[in-house]
């Protein structure tokens, strides 16, 4: 006769293990996508809210949207290989650049000499496929310390359906409720708009780590110092809302702009994970090898156009630190460029040339 066997008891354990695996992934998944806590700040609250303020703009960044692709490449002097690893620092390494320089907010055609800051976004490509991509801005410190009070300047800034405008008792009450602000609206108050992209320094705001060859680290932040002098902003270039474009497509025609990609390390005490602080003007400073941009081009067509400027994105030898924004803008950069290319994509094709497609190959392998 012939003998059943039962199924052995691990297997129902290991079932159940599977099972309860299942359960904790799924309800991982729903706590970060917000299911769970609809009032937890989450990407797509943040991106949400820009919309809400300024309108969908189909196929454009969600901030920064009106920017120029430029391209390039970092040689390195090898002064920061002391301070890291990173390819990139490698004395003598030549590395090809794609970047994106940009003016803030959601309009892709807002007037150049109306926002106050501008950013310069690049991507590095290093050896074996890695990348290191940095977004930096031209101001001092940024404006809020957290993620939460990000979304709460936000909130504070949609418009009044009445007059269209933000409301001027919701932004004082986000300002006295935030102090941390204050070395920010100090600076806006003095500072100069700019003539150009090419005379500005930018900054990465944000503190990251440096680790060296016998795994020592060091918190830095960087920047990058034009060679170009800075002048202020001309009464005739504001009847062009375009002249930033017209203006470095001038300059580009007469050769090549620099900037020194110099590195900053922090002193003990410095701290690490708010923006809105500054290092004092004593900390070593590390001049690490010069940024040369040869060409620029429209960002509908330009190689900067699908690139998601990830500040987490860094190579080995380089990594993030304890400022909580790092992680909110990574996460927020990802959910913008989702939308954005889900709407591309219900587009017609580009109109973009051949030679165009060509100029962007041969830059990216120079």
């Not at 309800?27 to 949400?48: E, K, M």
């Not at 994106?100 to 976004?121: E, T, Y």
């Not at 009450?173 to 602000?181: D, G, I, N, S, V």
Request: aromatic residues 8%; proline residues 8%; neutral net charge.
């Amino acid at each position: 006769m012939t003998r059943k066997l039962s199924k052995p008891p691990y297997l129902f354990l290991r079932l159940g293990s599977i099972a309860v695996a299942l359960i904790i992934m799924a309800t991982a998944f729903a706590y970060v996508s917000g299911w769970l806590d609809p009032q937890r700040l989450t990407p797509d609250r943040i991106i949400n809210t820009f919309e809400a303020n300024a309108g969908i703009h189909e196929g454009y960044r969600r901030n920064h949207a009106k920017g120029i692709c430029v391209s390039g490449e970092f040689v390195s002097n090898g002064n920061a290989t002391g301070l890291s690893r990173a390819s990139v620092f490698e004395r003598g390494r030549r590395v090809p650049v794609v970047g994106r320089l940009a003016v803030p907010g959601p309009n892709p055609v807002i007037a150049d000499g109306k926002p106050l800051v501008r950013s310069f976004a690049l991507r590095f490509s290093l050896p074996g496929g890695e990348e290191w991509r940095t977004a930096m801005n031209a101001m001092p410190v940024f404006s809020v310390s957290t993620p939460q009070a990000f979304y709460e300047k936000l909130e504070a800034s949609k418009p009044d359906p009445e007059t269209g405008k933000p409301d001027p008792r919701k932004i004082a009450a986000f300002f006295a409720a935030h102090p941390e602000t204050q070395a920010f609206r100090d600076w806006a108050k003095t500072a100069q708009r700019s003539s150009s992209y090419a005379n500005l320094a930018y900054n990465s705001l944000n503190a990251f780590r440096f680790i060296d060859a016998s795994g020592n680290v060091q918190v830095v932040r960087w920047g990058l110092v034009p060679e170009a002098p800075f002048t202020p902003i001309r009464d005739a270039q504001l009847k062009n809302p375009d002249f930033l474009y017209s203006e470095l497509q001038a300059r580009l025609e007469q050769g090549p702009l620099r900037w020194h990609l110099v590195v900053t390390v922090a002193g003990p005490g410095d701290p690490t994970d708010d923006a809105t602080k500054q290092w004092p003007d004593s900390r070593r400073k590390v001049d690490s090898g010069t940024l040369t941009i040869k060409r620029m081009q429209d960002q509908e067509h330009g190689a900067c156009r699908d690139i998601n400027y990830d500040p987490l994105i860094l190579p080995e030898g380089i990594e993030g630190s304890d400022d909580p924004l790092l992680s909110a803008r990574s996460a927020t950069y990802s959910e913008s460029f989702n939308r954005r290319a889900r709407e591309q994509a219900e587009q017609p094709p580009s109109s973009a040339s051949t030679d165009d497609a060509h100029d962007d190959s041969q830059e990216t392998q120079s």
